[in-house]
């Protein structure tokens, strides 16, 4: 009778030079807390607590039933397409066509296909460090060059132009911008962004601007540097509908790129997943048409329990925090505890029964600091704020 033989499984090399989303990581490790009876306050997971907008589902809803149940074009349905062109062209001042979008299922597909269709093995890839960790992953992925430049507190967590420029080579063929910011919450200025292109200046070198959380912005304006002159036909824009519109689980992002890459962004789209699902098309261009009062209300419910919970934090032994100017996330430093970052996120989870992510879970250049989401209500930040204080009394002498 035939054995059955337990045969290796070989990996392509390229696995290995793959890396994660801590945020997953520490979610699960937290719900199998909660279910051994543990209270654990979620703070590590960059999602909206608040649920998609009614008018939003109800076009959903009304698509599903209408029939839109069906593949559609790679690069998403010409509606929905043509409304994100609108939006950008009026949103960033510049004018874009239809036929310059690319719709996703989600946000990171745009880092992953940018990369895959620009980057050579070899080629080097400026990004933000602490910054979203899959830019780092999707590098290294494909065999480029990460090259960190690092977001520092004493300039608010914002590019240092002079380091940013010293960094460029020959072999540089992509930039990674991230405004707002994730983890930091910093927000590039329009003085900021100007300098970076002059940075750059005529050089044959795309920029991969990250603006998921642009309509997530409490002090100062949002400002893309697809918006420079010059810089549009350089610039691949990444935006979705996940933080804005609390659609995280309707998977729906986009791109915005000058016509000859949105072709390979679509074939990257055919090879992999075929379409982004219709009937969420149907629900994103409702999105965008629609009432916008709920994203203001959103913005400005985030706007105070950040305020509440970086005023919370800055009053616990060993911990300052700067006020983020954008997103949903505080970064506090946590140097003076003496402790690692993981280390200590760790114990907060374990011991004071509250989830957040450390620093390094961002890059390098994280160590020394945690990444809490104040995507969560007011009543459970004060909760998380009194059960870091208890600890630290105990912990930290």
């Not at 912005?217 to 996940?242: A, C, N």
């Not at 709920?294 to 934090?313: I, N, T």
């Not at 402790?339 to 879970?361: F, H, M, R």
Request: glycine residues 10%; neutral net charge; aromatic residues 8%.
């Amino acid at each position: 009778m035939p054995t059955t033989t337990q045969l290796e499984l070989r990996l392509a090399s390229r696995m290995s030079r793959l890396g994660t989303e801590t945020a997953f990581e520490v979610l699960n490790r937290a719900r199998a807390l909660e279910k051994q009876g543990k209270e654990i306050i979620h703070l590590e997971i960059g999602e909206p607590d608040f649920d998609t907008p009614a008018n939003v589902i109800q076009a959903g809803v009304d698509a599903l039933h209408k029939g839109w149940t069906h593949y559609g074009p790679a690069a998403g349905l010409p509606d929905l397409r043509q409304t994100i062109a609108e939006y950008v062209s009026r949103t960033r001042k510049v004018p874009v066509s239809s036929d310059e979008v690319v719709v996703v299922p989600g946000g990171k597909p745009i880092i992953f296909f940018t990369i895959l269709a620009l980057i050579d093995e070899g080629d080097e890839v400026i990004y933000p460090n602490p910054g979203f960790p899959i830019y780092e992953s999707m590098i290294n992925y494909v065999g480029g060059r990460a090259v960190a430049i690092p977001l520092r507190e004493e300039r608010d967590f914002s590019v240092d132009v002079k380091e940013l420029a010293s960094l460029i080579s020959d072999r540089t063929k992509l930039i990674i911008l991230n405004s707002p910011h994730n983890p930091t919450g910093g927000v590039l200025t329009k003085k900021d962004v100007l300098a970076i292109a002059e940075a750059i200046g005529d050089r044959n070198i795309m920029v991969l601007s990250d603006e998921i959380y642009s309509r997530l912005i409490y002090e100062g304006e949002d400002f893309s540097i697809m918006s420079v002159p010059g810089f549009k036909e350089r610039t691949i824009l990444l935006d979705g509908f996940s933080k804005t519109y609390a659609m995280t689980g309707w998977r729906m992002g986009y791109g915005v790129m000058r016509p000859g890459l949105a072709l390979h962004i679509a074939r990257l789209m055919t090879n992999s997943n075929s379409c982004t699902a219709s009937f969420t098309q149907v629900a994103g261009i409702e999105a965008l048409r629609g009432d916008q009062s709920s994203v203001d209300k959103m913005s400005a419910e985030f706007k105070r329990r950040r305020d509440v919970f970086v005023a919370g934090l800055n009053k616990i032994k060993g911990f300052s925090c700067r006020l983020p100017k954008g997103a949903f996330y505080a970064f506090p430093n946590i140097t003076k505890t003496g402790w690692p970052s993981k280390k200590l996120a760790d114990a907060l989870l374990e011991q004071a029964g509250v989830a957040c992510l450390s620093g390094t879970a961002f890059g390098a250049y994280g160590e020394g600091y945690l990444r809490f989401s104040v995507a969560n209500s007011l009543e459970n930040l004060n909760k998380a704020l009194a059960k870091i204080e208890g600890w630290v009394g105990k912990n930290l002498r």
